[in-house]
């Protein structure tokens, strides 16, 4: 949408024999669909928790007061944003334009402006690492906010290896296929694209009417599934792009798309408040899983496919029986939307929960009790990744704070805070290959940054994107980086250990020349 353009008010959305989505709120900070920094809660009429009319964490405000009820008419508002013609503003401003302040704000934002430039001075850019306390006995962190010395980055820039371009519009998803050899884009230009490692587009998939908003392998890699904001589910021919099955039943945005592992059913969760369930070969919905109260934004399987996780704008995550499609348990306690969920790997033991209340919380991936709660983060967390390794379980959050944050993964006790970024961290992910473990960030300063993830600190920046990198992966047993950004491009990065090293120290004097300039 055009930065300070009408926001859609209401979606004629809700759970299967239930009244419309007719409240939406407006919260500053997350991307969906384009918006500049928007997010919508939505409920169904009448159903909203009270917590919810609260004002929503500050900020500048966006297109309307952060935490105001609208209310409106959805007919001619989305649609034609998302799949018509945009205006000259749109096609000119990116996804992540601030919004235009009233002039009270410009007023005493340029007096404050005009002080810092009168008083700046220059600084060397460095990744800090603050170190948190263990949790306690009820799993909550106390952090200790001591900030350890900090270290020098590797020079950044742009050294990828390939991009891939072709995409008209943002990128807003990207993945690898299971054996490593081909990766997916989805975009805002309504198409999804299949790429080798060369950057060659080797597919393009036509056919959603707007936005394709998320994507996932079949574990055969043979075929991709799709969702996307005309409310609708593809499943294509990886290999040619065609169209195997064009899968309808969502009355919204489908927002979220998972392939079961082992199996040819995929899950769907969508702004209707449903999950639905598919098989694959023919695409029919076999199941819909009713329960939320809310828009729908993660579905993920358990490694072996037995239960389906889904996380929701009513603040709950639900555990469901795949084979019966029986909720199993419903995991309550956040005060914020739900915007992320993980799996554990191996049996999925436990399962983590990202919310715009600060926090990460574990739950038991069987009863739904909570096992650890994360906390320490100073805005809203954006996503979640589990990491394994022989000593512990660890996690990595992503927050609109700018900092990546590593949590013990069963404790909650805080290992490392990370930061370097300048502006949100929209998505983490863990190297799985080599016998160091290194953890990725991309965020809304359209950077890519690498950690060691034992250390905490940054051993490598990369630039290049023109836009916020919304989705970072790494390929299987590989040191392959695939980036996803609002610029439209797709990218990949070879992270190599022998590289991933402290920078050369520099010599006594020039260090003390570097003292001095910082003091300048």
């Given at each position: 949408?055009?930065?300070?353009?009408?926001?859609?008010?209401?979606?004629?959305?809700?759970?299967?024999?239930?009244?419309?989505?007719?409240?939406?709120?407006?919260?500053?900070?997350?991307?969906?669909?384009?918006?500049?920094?928007?997010?919508?809660?939505?409920?169904?009429?009448?159903?909203?928790?009270?917590?919810?009319?609260?004002?929503?964490?500050?900020?500048?405000?966006?297109?309307?007061?952060?935490?105001?009820?609208?209310?409106?008419?959805?007919?001619?508002?989305?649609?034609?944003?998302?799949?018509?013609?945009?205006?000259?503003?749109?096609?000119?401003?990116?996804?992540?334009?601030?919004?235009?302040?009233?002039?009270?704000?410009?007023?005493?934002?340029?007096?404050?402006?005009?002080?810092?430039?009168?008083?700046?001075?220059?600084?060397?850019?460095?990744?800090?690492?603050?170190?948190?306390?263990?949790?306690?006995?009820?799993?909550?962190?106390?952090?200790?906010?001591?900030?350890?010395?900090?270290?020098?980055?590797?020079?950044?820039?742009?050294?990828?290896?390939?991009?891939?371009?072709?995409?008209?519009?943002?990128?807003?998803?990207?993945?690898?296929?299971?054996?490593?050899?081909?990766?997916?884009?989805?975009?805002?230009?309504?198409?999804?694209?299949?790429?080798?490692?060369?950057?060659?587009?080797?597919?393009?998939?036509?056919?959603?009417?707007?936005?394709?908003?998320?994507?996932?392998?079949?574990?055969?890699?043979?075929?991709?599934?799709?969702?996307?904001?005309?409310?609708?589910?593809?499943?294509?021919?990886?290999?040619?792009?065609?169209?195997?099955?064009?899968?309808?039943?969502?009355?919204?945005?489908?927002?979220?798309?998972?392939?079961?592992?082992?199996?040819?059913?995929?899950?769907?969760?969508?702004?209707?408040?449903?999950?639905?369930?598919?098989?694959?070969?023919?695409?029919?919905?076999?199941?819909?899983?009713?329960?939320?109260?809310g828009f729908v934004y993660s579905v993920a399987w358990t490694s072996d496919g037995d239960r389906l996780a889904s996380g929701s704008v009513d603040r709950t995550a639900r555990i469901w029986d795949a084979q019966s499609a029986e909720l199993l348990?419903?995991?309550?306690?956040?005060?914020?939307?739900?915007?992320?969920?993980?799996?554990?790997?191996?049996?999925?033991?436990?399962?983590?929960?990202?919310?715009?209340?600060?926090?990460?919380?574990?739950?038991?991936?069987?009863?739904?009790?909570?096992?650890?709660?994360?906390?320490?983060?100073?805005?809203?967390?954006?996503?979640?990744?589990?990491?394994?390794?022989?000593?512990?379980?660890?996690?990595?959050?992503?927050?609109?704070?700018?900092?990546?944050?590593?949590?013990?993964?069963?404790?909650?006790?805080?290992?490392?805070?990370?930061?370097?970024?300048?502006?949100?961290?929209?998505?983490?992910?863990?190297?799985?290959?080599?016998?160091?473990?290194?953890?990725?960030?991309?965020?809304?300063?359209?950077?890519?940054?690498?950690?060691?993830?034992?250390?905490?600190?940054?051993?490598?920046?990369?630039?290049?994107?023109?836009?916020?990198?919304?989705?970072?992966?790494?390929?299987?047993?590989?040191?392959?980086?695939?980036?996803?950004?609002?610029?439209?491009?797709?990218?990949?990065?070879?992270?190599?250990?022998?590289?991933?090293?402290?920078?050369?120290?520099k010599s006594k004097r020039r260090r003390t020349s570097d003292s001095k300039v910082g003091e300048m």
């Amino acid at each position: 949408y055009p930065p300070g353009g009408f926001v859609p008010a209401a979606f004629p959305h809700g759970a299967v024999g239930g009244p419309p989505m007719a409240h939406v709120m407006v919260m500053p900070g997350m991307p969906m669909y384009g918006m500049p920094g928007q997010m919508f809660m939505g409920y169904p009429q009448g159903q909203a928790p009270a917590a919810a009319a609260a004002p929503a964490p500050a900020g500048p405000p966006q297109s309307g007061p952060a935490g105001a009820w609208h209310q409106g008419s959805h007919a001619g508002t989305l649609g034609g944003q998302m799949g018509g013609s945009t205006s000259a503003a749109s096609q000119q401003q990116p996804m992540f334009a601030a919004q235009p302040e009233p002039p009270a704000q410009r007023k005493d934002a340029a007096a404050a402006s005009q002080s810092q430039t009168a008083d700046a001075k220059p600084t060397h850019t460095a990744a800090t690492v603050e170190a948190a306390t263990p949790a306690t006995s009820s799993g909550l962190l106390a952090s200790a906010g001591t900030q350890l010395a900090s270290t020098t980055e590797v020079p950044g820039g742009d050294r990828s290896l390939t991009t891939c371009s072709g995409h008209a519009r943002g990128v807003t998803a990207a993945s690898w296929s299971p054996a490593g050899g081909l990766l997916a884009s989805a975009s805002q230009d309504g198409t999804a694209k299949i790429w080798d490692k060369t950057g060659a587009c080797c597919a393009t998939c036509s056919g959603h009417k707007g936005v394709v908003v998320c994507i996932s392998w079949a574990s055969t890699g043979d075929r991709l599934a799709t969702g996307g904001a005309d409310g609708l589910m593809f499943i294509w021919q990886a290999s040619s792009g065609s169209t195997l099955a064009r899968c309808q039943g969502h009355s919204g945005q489908v927002r979220c798309v998972a392939w079961a592992p082992h199996e040819d059913t995929i899950a769907s969760g969508s702004l209707d408040g449903t999950i639905r369930l598919w098989d694959a070969k023919t695409g029919k919905c076999s199941h819909t899983l009713v329960g939320h109260q809310g828009f729908v934004y993660s579905v993920a399987w358990t490694s072996d496919g037995d239960r389906l996780a889904s996380g929701s704008v009513d603040r709950t995550a639900r555990i469901w029986d795949a084979q019966s499609a029986e909720l199993l348990a419903t995991c309550s306690g956040h005060a914020g939307p739900i915007c992320s969920l993980d799996w554990s790997p191996g049996e999925g033991t436990w399962l983590v929960t990202a919310s715009h209340d600060k926090t990460a919380r574990v739950w038991n991936g069987m009863t739904g009790a909570r096992v650890a709660t994360c906390v320490g983060q100073a805005s809203r967390v954006y996503a979640v990744a589990w990491r394994t390794d022989p000593h512990r379980p660890r996690l990595a959050t992503a927050s609109h704070d700018g900092a990546v944050r590593i949590f013990d993964g069963v404790s909650g006790a805080g290992m490392s805070k990370c930061v370097g970024h300048a502006g949100a961290v929209y998505s983490v992910a863990w190297s799985t290959a080599g016998a160091r473990s290194w953890l990725a960030s991309g965020g809304q300063d359209a950077t890519i940054r690498i950690w060691d993830s034992m250390s905490g600190r940054c051993v490598a920046v990369h630039s290049g994107h023109r836009g916020p990198v919304l989705c970072v992966r790494f390929s299987n047993n590989e040191n392959l980086l695939l980036t996803g950004s609002d610029d439209g491009k797709v990218k990949l990065w070879l992270v190599e250990e022998p590289s991933l090293q402290r920078a050369p120290k520099k010599s006594k004097r020039r260090r003390t020349s570097d003292s001095k300039v910082g003091e300048m």
